[in-house]
């Protein structure tokens, strides 16, 4: 890395060394550009390296791979010309002729020569399809395919020509486990560059074993492809959705960046879509539509730079990503006061009045900039939910708390998207019934005319397709979407009820919600009695919803509303127990009904995360049938699980 040039002499060394360099500055450059790393001291990591060069290309790393992969075919050729059979060793290939490179050859046999060879196009590909990403563009995507898909055929090469050890290799994705000292490796020292490292605390440096290694670069060709995957979809709402189920597979930093540069440019979207177009179809609005509106492009631009950070951060790391969507909340919670100004001027209005009419009756004509914000804010607050259970930041005493104001939040989510759908399916059927309208009386022009359009007497031909009621695409994204939320919604009210069903028989231990009365600063100590000073559950709720409270829609809940609804002294646990199974056999349902309809408009992700909500009930509703069944409940262990879906919870009922 620091002197390329002493491995020059060596045709294969210099290769390997070259594209590795290459690959290594490709990645810091990527990665200090994308801007979604989850360390902020990543530059740290490479103080002192050679990676600070202002052309990020493959430095000439391609030509030699290519010609040593072309230097190791011609000594295969040469093994054939002298018949040698086995693994006996070539020898003399371009000895005579003073070639530098002979003693090499007389060390290789051909088993070695297959695993170079795979070794050697695998980093060719690699190389091949990260410069085509560094500069993306619509029609280099398939191209780049292409290669990651010779890079997975050269790894699968690898581990059938040198197969890992037994139990040496680690599923993929999985962290491999701390080991001991390094083991002694010649011509390698752990603590190399540690004169070159920043002032920072020394980092121990894992190597990882042979397994761990091909499975570490299967992971990163699979997310690649899912990135690039990404940029087919046709829709800003979709991009989101893939984020979402991207985020899942916990992709390295190099995937994730060039996630970030496929999805956002300065002037397109994916590639190939300017955004000024990319957001009015998001929000449901013309190209043409108030283009003479000063205010609205302004609107557009503030839009514009909330959408980026959004998309950027949803390629972040789940960490890293709830800190961004904090901030995001209350960015776009200033966006939506924006829009309520813009709703209120007179351009809007006169807008509706010149479309006609199809969408000022509606709820969402006079309001189409206030619940797009909305709903995304929602989906935020959702989002960053959920992401607590998957981070394992909540505490059981938390548990119904959280799914509390899930529930609130997923309603709301539910009613702007009824509201939504209703106004869509309205302003969709009166312009069908305009175009209608209009296509008869020029039917009837025709037919005084004498022109027949069909069959005899003007009919349709008996061979034309019968009209069908369509579905536009925004209809049936708009429903999947509705389904899928009330499907979570089911499951968190009936979690709810669930663990206050639980608590109340001692199963599990939630502090009492009964509002306190407010006491002074100075005795606040004395009001705790022995607990810290910001462990009582009214802190522990301002502390969770703290980011909720700039945000103007939903409405945001204080501790009160929360500790009066979590009101049980009415109510015993069987009855909640009932109610809750009632939720979870309407969750059930929902998820039934949706793969039974919305198959064509979901996507795999979508489809899969169904399954598991749909597993979560189905868990939920067979322990509560066992628990409610059962005589003698201090014979069982009952506990709170996170299986099937990392955001719901499980109920867990075994005997002890």
């Known amino acids: 890395m620091h002197d390329q040039n002493r491995t020059n002499a060596n045709i294969l060394l210099g290769a ?10 490709q990645a810091h450059t990527l990665v200090c550009r994308a801007g979604v790393c989850e360390e902020e001291d990543f530059v740290a990591h490479a103080f002192g390296f050679p990676l600070q060069d202002k052309n990020p290309g493959n430095g000439g790393a391609m030509g030699a791979l290519q010609l040593a992969i072309d230097w190791l075919s011609s000594v295969f050729e040469s093994k054939s010309d002298t018949s040698l059979e086995g693994e006996e060793q070539i020898v003399g290939a ?17 088993s070695d020569r297959d695993i170079l060879l795979a070794h050697l196009r695998f980093r060719r ?4 399809a990260s410069t085509l990403l560094d500069k993306p563009a619509a029609k280099s995507m398939d191209v780049a395919l292409k290669h990651l898909a010779a890079a997975k055929s050269e790894l699968d090469n690898l581990r059938k020509l040198c197969p890992p050890e ?20 010649t011509g390698f020292d752990s603590m190399v560059n540690q004169r070159l490292l920043a002032p920072t605390p020394p980092r121990n440096i894992k190597i990882l074993s042979w397994g761990d290694t091909l499975a570490c670069f299967e992971s990163l060709v699979s997310s690649l492809s899912a990135a690039i995957s990404i940029t087919k979809c046709t829709s800003l709402q979709a991009v989101i959705v893939e984020l979402g189920e991207f985020g899942k597979k916990e992709a390295s930093i190099v995937a994730r960046s060039h996630l970030a540069e496929l999805i956002i440019q300065r002037d397109t979207f994916l590639c190939r879509a300017p955004w ?8 449901w609005i013309s190209a043409e539509a108030m283009s003479e509106s000063d205010e609205f492009a302004e609107f557009l631009e503030h839009v514009l730079e909330l959408t980026q950070m959004y998309l950027r951060s949803l390629c972040a790391s789940k960490a890293r990503q709830r800190r961004k969507l904090r901030h995001l909340i209350t960015h776009w919670g200033n966006l939506h006061q924006e829009a309520e100004e813009l709703e209120a001027m007179d351009f809007l209005k006169a807008h509706l009045e010149a479309s006609g009419k199809v969408w000022s009756d509606t709820w969402w004509g006079p309001q189409m900039f206030t619940s797009w914000v909305q709903n995304h804010i929602m989906r935020m607050q959702i989002k960053h939910l959920v992401q607590g259970f998957e981070l394992d930041l909540y505490s059981p005493r938390e548990y119904l708390m959280i799914y509390w104001y899930l529930e609130y939040v997923l309603s709301s989510l ?7 759908y209703a106004s869509l399916t309205k302003g969709l059927a009166a312009t069908t019934t305009a175009a209608e309208a209009s296509k008869a009386i020029t039917a009837k022009k025709k037919k005084k005319k004498g022109k027949k359009t069909g069959g005899e007497g003007g009919e349709p031909s008996s061979d034309a397709p019968a009209p069908t009621a369509a579905v536009s695409p925004i209809q049936a994204q708009l429903r999947a979407e509705l389904m899928m939320v009330e499907a979570q919604r089911a499951v968190c009210r009936g979690l709810v009820r669930l663990l206050a069903g639980l608590s109340l028989e001692g199963h599990l231990h939630i502090p009492s919600s009964a509002p306190q009365e407010p006491v002074d600063a100075k005795d606040k100590w004395k009001a705790d009695g022995q607990q810290l000073p910001f462990n009582s559950l009214a802190q522990i709720f301002d502390q969770r919803f703290q980011c909720f409270q700039m945000s103007p829609y939903p409405p945001p809940l204080e501790y009160t509303d929360y500790a009066s609804s979590m009101d049980t002294s009415s109510y015993k646990a069987p009855m909640l127990f ?3 199974l009632e939720c979870f056999m309407q969750a059930k349902m929902y998820g039934k009904q949706m793969s039974e309809e919305s198959n064509a408009y979901l996507s795999q992700g979508q489809l899969s995360e169904l399954q598991s909500i749909s597993r979560v009930a189905m868990c939920n509703q067979v322990g509560l049938q066992v628990l409610m069944k059962a005589e003698d409940k201090s014979n069982l262990n009952v506990k709170i699980e996170f299986g099937a879906n990392r955001g719901l919870a499980t109920l867990s009922v075994k005997r002890k």
Request: hydrophobic share 40%.
């Open 16 to 25: 390997l060394c070259s594209a590795s360099r290459a690959a290594c500055l």
């Open 94 to 110: 371009g000895g005579e002729t003073g070639d530098p490179n002979s003693s090499l050859t007389a060390a290789l046999t051909a």
């Open 125 to 128: 590909a690699m190389l091949s």
């Open 166 to 185: 037994p139990g040496a290799s680690s599923p993929a994705g999985v962290k491999p486990k701390e080991e001991g000292p390094l083991p002694d490796l």
């Open 276 to 283: 000024n177009l990319v957001l009015r179809e998001s929000l």
């Open 414 to 420: 539910i009613d702007n998207l009824e509201q939504g």
């Open 578 to 580: 009932k109610f809750a």
